[in-house]
């Protein structure tokens, strides 16, 4: 399974950006999308993640600001973050599980900043 993730970028303190993963090679129908970050310094850390029913899971620190989302015909999971905040910055990795194994995509930068 490859991840080709797109999106990242300067953005203003409140305001959005949206990213998009998408998922190609042999994809099993019963899986979970989902989008990681890691700040210089820190841990990676799971911003929100999607079954493939629609099922979504958040982090308490986006909750009510980002929403995930998917497109099963086209195995692409969507990340629209709303409100930024600078603490937001960081490199955004898309993931990819099913059957037990994980795949990542590369990290698309997002930097929130005046």
């Known amino acids: 399974v490859q991840l080709q993730a797109s999106g990242g970028g300067l953005v203003q303190p409140g305001g959005s950006l949206r990213l998009s993963c998408a998922a190609s090679g042999r994809i099993f129908r019963a899986n979970v999308m989902g989008w990681y970050r890691q700040a210089p310094g820190k841990q990676r850390e799971l911003v929100a993640s999607?079954?493939?029913?629609?099922?979504?899971n958040y982090a308490e620190s986006v909750k009510g600001r980002f929403a995930v989302s998917r497109d099963n015909a086209k195995n692409t999971v969507y990340l629209q973050m709303n409100s930024l905040k600078p603490e937001d910055t960081a490199a955004y990795y898309c993931?990819?599980?099913?059957?037990?194994?994980?795949?990542w995509g590369q990290g698309t930068l997002v930097t929130v900043s005046s």
């Open positions: 993931k990819f599980s099913h059957r037990g194994i994980d795949y």
């Open positions: 999607i079954v493939s029913n629609g099922f979504a």
